[in-house]
Nanobody, 126 residues
Framework: QVQLVESGGGLVQAGGSRKLSCSAS????????MGWFRQAPGKEREFVAA????????DYADSVKGRFTISRDNAKNTVYLQMNVLKPEDTAVYYC???????????????????WGQGTQVTVSS
């Protein structure tokens, strides 16, 4: 079992920045590939960013490439999402997920994740 807790959400103006954190407890954090997803009202949960177990591989949704950066600190059992140049369309509940995968694998599908946090709301005002 892995417990995930997201933090860092809030209200931000368009063009601003926000850094989300996801802290994990339970099983060994470095055993899991991690990812960030988001869900806007009336929409399905969508992929945002993913990172491999050792941080050596990352991937991003086209909509956030060049603006968002995913990183992890295995010593702190935490994964981060730095969000820059935020847009109103980035408004959503952001979730982190953990997936048991091989060392260099990254997971970009909702169904591929084994554990989820409760989410943190990010609202971008225009």
């Amino acid at each position: 079992q892995v417990q995930l807790v997201e933090s860092g959400g809030g209200l931000v103006q368009a063009g601003g920045s926000r850094k989300l954190s996801c802290s994990a407890s339970g099983r060994i954090f470095s055993s899991y590939a991690m990812g960030w997803f988001r869900q806007a009202p009336g929409k399905e949960r969508e992929f945002v960013a993913a990172i491999s177990r050792n941080g050596g591989k990352v991937d991003y949704a086209d909509s956030v490439k060049g603006r968002f950066t995913i990183s992890r600190d295995n010593a702190k059992n935490t994964v981060y999402l730095q969000m820059n140049v935020l847009k109103p369309e980035d408004t959503a509940v952001y979730y982190c997920g953990a997936a048991q995968r091989s060392r260099f694998y990254i997971e970009t599908t909702v169904g591929g994740y084994d554990y989820w946090g409760q989410g943190t709301q990010v609202t971008v005002s225009s």
